[in-house]
């Protein structure tokens, strides 16, 4: 996997999740996540796109590694723990240019180290 998909707020409001990935040729990450995945960059996607750098454990001593800053802006989908709760416990600050997108895959917590994708080329 090579980018992570966040669709808009508006289609997350409308629950339209398999038509959505089957438009776009994504593949949903897990059942209940509403993340998607590709190998390929799908620029004109609606929504925020991540170029997946690593998968990581959540925990502070494996995170700690990939935010040597101490800075990260954290996103949760289908996590127990509120973003800012999450930042708290990694020990982490709000900021700096890469994500930490923490979820739960096939039962078992896990995130992903990302930065935003150059969607400058979109039309």
Do not use: W
Not at 29 to 40: A, E, V
Not at 62 to 68: E, G, Q
Not at 102 to 121: N, Q
Request: aromatic letters at 10%; glycine letters at 8%.
């Amino acid at each position: 996997m090579s980018y992570l998909y966040e669709p808009n707020a508006a289609l997350m409001k409308g629950g339209c999740y398999r038509l959505l990935g089957q438009r776009f040729g994504l593949s949903l990450l897990d059942r209940n996540t509403h993340l998607y995945t590709s190998d390929q960059f799908v620029p004109d996607f609606p929504g925020r796109i991540f170029e997946v750098e690593q998968e990581v454990h959540p925990s502070p001593k494996a995170v700690k590694a990939f935010f040597l800053d101490g800075k990260a802006h954290v996103v949760c989908r289908n996590y127990p723990l509120r973003a800012d709760l999450l930042q708290q416990q990694l020990h982490l600050k709000e900021g700096g240019d890469r994500f930490l997108v923490a979820t739960t895959r096939a039962g078992h917590r896990t995130a992903f180290v990302c930065r935003l994708a150059d969607t400058s080329s979109r039309t």
